[in-house]
């Protein structure tokens, strides 16, 4: 099966490092935040490809070297989040 943009991509990142798992708490500020940003990705085809342009570069650009990788989306998942915690709350 061919990933999606909203799944990781097959590269050496993934093979290093597998699995992240997070516990957030339910229904806290920061759990709003990730399904507002995954909501995002789901309603706006664009958005998403965008996002997985930005990891597959980082991928490529910093293999192996997560502590750069993750800062590297920061700035990309702020301003989606951002965008789509803001419309979620005025429902």
Request: net charge positive.
């Amino acid at each position: 099966m061919a990933d999606s943009p909203a799944s990781p991509s097959s590269t050496s990142l993934r093979k290093e490092q597998p699995y992240n798992l997070q516990l957030i708490p339910y229904r806290s500020d920061c759990w709003n935040r990730r399904i507002a940003f995954r909501e995002n990705l789901r309603s706006h085809p664009q958005t998403a490809w965008e996002y997985a342009d930005l990891e597959e570069r980082l991928a490529r650009d910093l293999p192996l070297d997560r502590p750069a990788y993750t800062p590297g989306k920061d700035s990309f998942i702020r301003l989606v989040t951002e965008r789509a915690f803001a419309g979620l709350t005025k429902r």
